[in-house]
């Protein structure tokens, strides 16, 4: 911190001010530059190790169905309805995994789970706006004075807060 002299001008504590507040802000881009390469170096590490991951499950997934259906074959099953099954099976596997993960996409963002307790609120609410909407339109004029229904959202919750 610098030495704060108390018979300067407003000038000159002014010009320190920006001076100083221009160096923080240069320093601030600097440490924010170096913590962007930096997780940028991560992210790329992290996407080879993915790839290599990748790379290297996609024929391992081959030799163990080659080898679902050489146990098939060998447990006296034809070698082409092995193939058949075991090709069956991945390719249900495979839809299924691809409409679930398609699924999501196709929604945008996920919602948040909703609690059941407020499904009954949320269909009184309901209830009580359209049976609002139906009492707005049935005031034919603004000098007469519109009257509520006699079940309306009012008289329920005062009914239901007594009993």
Not at 16 to 31: P, S, Y
Not at 45 to 67: H, M
Not at 129 to 151: N, T, V
């Amino acid at each position: 911190m610098a030495y704060i002299e108390t018979n300067r001008p407003i000038s000159a504590i002014f010009v320190d001010l920006v001076n100083q507040f221009t160096a923080l802000v240069r320093k601030e881009g600097q440490l924010a530059r170096a913590e962007m390469s930096e997780k940028i170096g991560e992210i790329g590490i992290g996407l080879g190790l993915v790839v290599g991951g990748a790379v290297l499950l996609i024929p391992a997934l081959v030799i163990l169905l080659q080898a679902a259906v050489a146990g098939l074959a060998a447990a006296g099953l034809a070698l082409g309805w092995a193939s058949l099954a075991v090709g069956g099976a991945a390719l249900l596997i495979g839809l299924a995994l691809l409409a679930v993960g398609v699924n999501p996409a196709q929604g945008g963002a996920p919602r948040p789970h909703q609690d059941n307790r407020a499904a009954p609120a949320r269909r009184r609410r309901s209830r009580s706006a359209s049976e609002e909407r139906l009492w707005h339109r049935s005031a034919s004029s603004l000098s007469e004075k519109p009257r509520r229904p006699a079940g309306s959202c009012r008289e329920r919750w005062k009914n239901s807060a007594a009993g």
